[in-house]
């Protein structure tokens, strides 16, 4: 044998009794079979062997593993962002001539996915207000095939009854037995609870997603998403489009979320009270109409929040009040010294995003005024409320 085939063929074996609590990155495209038989025998798809690098390896199924674990699943896919997990769960169960009903304050690039492609496809994208039961029963038609819930609500952070959502959808379920040739699937976006805050599946619905460049990474440094249910049905026709899509994500990426969801309690709980305490004291400010926290009273959804969860995401708004201009409040952003302006959240930095929102978001009351989301991390409390004083400060004296 030449020492190029000899370099390539080196024996290998993983090492023995290397008993690590913490797992390895595998990475591969190939995994080889000892025979043809093997070849063809191996099964992937119930996570008990390994046919090729995008059906998984140890690190990935890992991590699938205890993803389910926290989201009180029983399967879990990953994909490379969490959007893709929406659009994997549209993918997956949308056929041409359904329908799809999206609270009117869900994540915007899943709204742009369903308008951009999925009516492209034939499949049509029907709105509802998430605070209002009733208007999702009277949206559901003969053709609606998925319903998206997301609790709290992105950038307004209204928090929706789901178990009442979910009600809803089995009733129609039942109503439409003899002429629905299929069930409407209800799928929830759990990023903001994180499978800490409350637990999805206790709430009834069939799927949930999350976008784990938020907290299970937590670090801020990777783009990742997974799709869980407990139905072994729903779970393959996943993962079976999964598979024909070739979605898979890299070792180093799995690696670092299983890393982070080691210590996702302690950082959703800090963040959690950091969030509380800055949210309670933007309500003392005279610059806002509306403060928006799922744990204040005046908040949208406050008594579900209270009867279903536990805890709340890093997340709160405020609503400028109209005699502030769009330009004031983009000044007030651009003071911000300790928050940074930037898209994303539960990292460790805090930011500060400004918003415009659509007239028709169509969800309990509308908003008028300049909404300003902020993302809080690890930094101090003293030092994130000083940051927000100094900037509305600098405001007041502005106009
Ligand atoms: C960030 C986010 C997503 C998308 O996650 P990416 O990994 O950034 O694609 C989906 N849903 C919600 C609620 C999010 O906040």
């Given amino acids: 044998m030449t020492p190029d085939t000899q370099l390539i063929n080196h024996p290998y074996k993983a090492p023995d009794e290397f008993e690590a609590s913490t797992p390895g990155a595998f990475k591969a495209s190939t ?40 989201e009180g699943a029983k399967h879990c896919v990953l994909t490379p962002s969490g959007l893709l997990a929406i659009g994997l769960v549209d ?20 709204k742009a996915f369903a308008h951009g492609d999925l009516a492209r496809w034939g499949i049509q994208t029907t709105f509802f207000d998430p605070l209002n039961p009733n208007d999702l029963a009277e949206k559901i038609s003969a053709k609606t095939r998925l319903v998206w819930l997301e609790a709290a609500g992105s950038i307004t952070l209204e928090f929706p009854d789901v178990p009442a959502c979910v009600a809803v959808v089995r009733a129609a379920n039942d109503a439409g037995r003899e002429g629905r040739a299929r069930p409407i699937i209800t799928a929830l976006d759990n990023t903001w609870g994180a499978g800490v805050a409350f637990q999805a599946f206790e709430m009834g619905v069939d799927l ?24 072994a049905a729903l779970h393959n026709t996943l993962q079976m489009c999964h598979m024909r ?13 299983l890393r982070g969801l080691q210590t996702i309690h302690v950082r959703y709980h800090h963040q959690d009270a950091t969030t509380r305490s800055l949210a309670e004291w933007a309500v003392t400010r005279q610059e806002f109409a509306a403060v928006r926290h799922p744990a204040l009273p005046d908040s949208p959804g406050h008594a579900t929040w209270l009867r279903d969860c536990s805890a709340a995401a890093c997340l709160f708004s405020v609503v400028f009040k109209p005699c502030y201009s769009s330009a004031q409040v983009d000044a007030f952003c651009d003071r911000l010294t300790v928050f940074g302006l930037g898209y994303s959240w539960a990292g460790p930095m805090s930011l500060a995003v400004p918003y415009s929102l659509d007239a028709d978001r169509g969800c309990g009351e509308a908003l008028v005024g300049v ?23 600098g405001m007041v004296a502005d106009a």
């Fill in 31 to 70: 995994v080889l079979f000892p025979n043809v038989a093997a070849m063809r025998s191996r099964q992937w798809a119930d996570r008990s062997a390994y046919t090729y690098g995008t059906h998984g390896t140890p690190t990935t199924f890992t991590l699938e593993a205890r993803l389910a674990t926290l």
């Fill in 91 to 110: 993918m997956a169960f949308l056929d041409a001539g359904d329908e799809v009903l999206i609270p009117a304050n869900a994540y915007g690039p899943g």
């Fill in 208 to 231: 949930s997603m999350q976008a784990l460049t938020k907290y299970p990474s937590g670090g801020g440094d990777v783009l990742m998403g997974a799709v869980f249910t407990r139905d």
């Fill in 245 to 257: 899509l070739g979605i898979c994500v890299g070792a180093n990426d799995a690696e670092l979320v």
């Fill in 371 to 393: 909404v300003v989301r902020f993302a809080v991390g690890l930094a101090h409390v003293d030092d994130l409320r000083a940051d927000l004083a100094q900037a509305l400060d």
